[in-house]
């Protein structure tokens, strides 16, 4: 389990960084706008996974019903 959270830490920020090497062409830039990127996909994996539980939880608290 924690190889794959790993992992997901790992591709945020090679992601970030690859994005932040098309925006800007500094170096120190690169670096600092890739680690804010991948920081910012984090925050937005964590916010979907607690949005999905947060459904989860309204849905069995109705009794499972969807009307």
């Keep these: ?3 794959i959270a790993l992992a997901l830490l790992v591709g945020a920020f090679v ?3 690859l994005l932040a090497g098309r ?3 500094s170096v120190p830039l690169q ?3 890739g680690f804010m990127l991948g ?3 984090c925050v937005a994996l ?3 996974a607690f ?3 947060f459904a989860g939880c309204l849905f069995y608290a109705a009794g499972g019903k969807l009307h």
């Design 23 to 25: 925006m800007v062409k």
């Design 39 to 41: 920081i910012g996909l």
């Design 1 to 3: 389990m924690q190889v």
């Design 46 to 48: 964590a916010m979907t």
């Design 51 to 53: 949005g999905v539980a």
């Design 31 to 33: 670096l600092f706008f």
């Design 15 to 17: 992601t970030g960084f």
